[in-house]
């Protein structure tokens, strides 16, 4: 210790390399070894996951369709102004002629009509319908072409058509999240959707709405039942954790399909019911194919992930404090409260979070159970990912999705701190 | 202590038993008395019962048999909040999720007293446990020995006039552990709080306590001041139990009043006082400490009973010497002698005599 703080010059090694550089030198065998055990996950995590993500999360603003399929036109474009209310001039037709024959010919012009049905109903017809005829056209000798378009379709003569195309030919777009938003990119910039379009925005609200209560029930059904898993002894525990445990050893399908058994209006509950005579045969109880239903469903299904934390950090909460406060003259209720409780919180926000951001995703239950009024925004997604074909606004509202978790989260660490949640 | 009635039990034990199964008796007919303001050590090996008679008078285990009085009622079905007893954990039990003043303040709170009541007696009770400055701390902050004051603090605030603790010095090093039995005696004694201390550690039950009780298989084997447990121990398992002990195993030839002569397994004689033998042909045991034993030729006392004994090993304490040797038949005879200037080293392989006053030693249960 002397001889270091003596010496001016940093600390050497016996063979007189600086001791920092011999050190690093050291330990790099080491962390080469590490990397290599961990290379083959790595690898499978980066292309199996990293990359899907990256690219799809890409997708929600990449718009290159419209620039690649009409270079051209994109160009001619320019010079004409969307607000005139007239139909664009010459140049830009015979730019759009010569476009769509290499279009035709290369089977993409479907595509961007597609693409442009998305935004303006009725573009992916006029595409597909003027094709055929289009592709014949011979760009050099034919012309001048506005007319013949016009006659071939008459949307080619409606100023609105082009300004679609004006409006969504950027390479890179925000028209996808203004979409995810409820909104549209038009020419006049960033607009609402008219009213009955509006569907996304309560997807979200809904969807924020029933994890939340999801959670809370789960909250509420977890806590005891995990306190009793903390505190009975051993042998009764082991046997109640196996009931805790039991559905994570079924199908997620087959127990969704039992309550759409137990909860329909010819189900177990409603029979039963009508049995007693508590419900009459005629006005049995609506609790399927609603929001009642999916979050019936969905708290039964995530309960598990509610007590398996709750009851690792109870577990840690020693007997001998309950005591103390006893010993102190403190009633069962006082103990509870202020020394139990408290304690026992890392629990329920580790639970919460794990609870929260799974519901929040949910995809198969509220599909089966929640009808048209019980769906979440990840029904949407796939939606548009396997029926729409619309992966731009699906990749948007994932991401959009992604970031509300991540805010959450990020809500969560400043109010109580992420190092506080203990998952076992 | 100035209460004029000190000498009724405060706290009593009456035939009291525990079960947990229903099969084997944890605690075995328990009678046990107290008086206000004494330091009583319950004190055993682990198993013995000790700390089962320390939660039934907490409360937080019922007597499956017997009565437990305190202040000459039954707290039988009196639940523990309402019992008024201060209690130190093993492990001190702070709430971690408060501070140190926030959890001296906690049994004020719970007994509904004002808030600047309440603060004057934190503030006292860290005072006296010399740690005003730690109110703001939270107890993962503090080290072992200061965890400990806090929670010594914490059962006296509320003015208890019974503190029970146990093992409450368990998990500190020596030193503090010797610096907080004299803390721990000299509070209970300024104070004048009745006291039931739990531990294994015989040292401390010693050097703290008004009376120590052995436990043992969920018995009380001898309840006596430390002096005279350790000089006068009434059964072997004392004997043994209590600091270093000699056993020389044999059969009482006769009974003569306050002497009695042994048979020893190899055929020599020895006097000793009949402590639990009373008649001739017993098997006993007989118990000499090992400080009382003298080798020294000009020390032995003329009415002593000598022994051959060989030294077998020779052992250097610094303060102390210690000779393990091997006498009738016994190699494990301890022999402890003081590092005076005077004082003999013997080698192994010497062959001596040894000797005692009969009154040291003592013919006990087999």
Known sequence: MTDASQNAGPMLAADGT????????????????????????????????????????????????????????????????????????????????????????????????????????????????????????????????????????EGWGEPQTWAVIKTHSPAVTNGYFLNAVDMRRTPEGAQSQPEDKQILIKLFGRTLFMSLIITGACILLA??????????????????????????????????????????????????????????????????????????????????FMILPMYSVMQTIPPYYTRAAKSMGATNWTTFWRIYFPQSIPGIGAGSILVFILAIGYYITPEIVGGTKGVFISNRIAYHISSSLNWGLAAALGTILLAVVMLLYWCYDKIVGIDNVKLG | MTDTNSDAAFVEFQRVQKSYDGENLVVKDLNLALPKGEFLTMLGPSGSGKTTCLMMLAGFETATHGEILLDGKPINNIPPHKRGIGMVFQNYALFPHMTVAENLSFPLEVRKLGKSEREEKVKRALDMVQMGAFGGRRPAQLSGGQQQRIALARALVFEPELVLMDEPLGALDKQLREHMQFEITRLAHELGITTVYVTHDQTEALTMSDRVAVFDDGRIQQLAPPDQLYEEPENSFVAQFIGENNTLEGVVKSIDGDTCLVQLDDGSEIDAVPINVHNPGERTKVSIRPERVEFNKDRLHADAHTLKATVKEFIYMGDVFRFRMSVAGNDEFIVKTRNAPDAVRLQPGQEIDIGWLAKDCRALDA
């Open chain 1, 18 to 153: 600086p001791l920092k550089q011999s050190l690093a030198r050291s330990l790099r065998r080491q962390k080469l070894r590490a990397l290599m055990l961990i290379a083959p996950l790595l690898l499978f995590v980066i292309f199996s996951f990293i990359v899907p993500i990256a690219s799809m999360l890409f997708r929600s603003v990449e718009n290159s369709i419209v620039q690649e399929t009409l270079p051209l036109t994109v160009e001619a474009l320019q010079n004409w102004d969307e607000f005139s209310g007239e139909t664009p001039d010459e140049t830009v037709y015979d730019a759009f002629v010569r476009d769509m024959v290499v279009a035709v010919d290369n089977k993409t012009h479907t595509r961007l009509g597609s693409r442009l049905n998305y935004e303006e109903t009725g573009m992916s017809s006029l595409f597909r319908r003027s094709g055929r005829k289009l592709g014949k056209l011979d760009p050099e000798t034919d012309g001048p072409f506005k007319e013949q378009l016009i006659e071939i379709h």
């Open chain 1, 223 to 304: 806590y005891p039942v995990s306190y009793l898993l903390a505190t009975l002894p051993m042998r009764v525990s082991n046997m109640l954790m196996i009931l805790v445990l039991l559905p994570f050893w079924t199908s997620l399908l087959v127990r969704t399909s039992a309550w759409k058994v137990m909860l329909q209006q010819q189900g177990v509950i409603n029979e039963t019911l009508v049995w007693l005579g508590l419900v009459a045969d005629d006005a049995r109880l609506v609790i399927i194919n609603n929001q009642f239903g999916t979050i019936i469903a969905m708290t039964h299904i995530l309960l598990p």
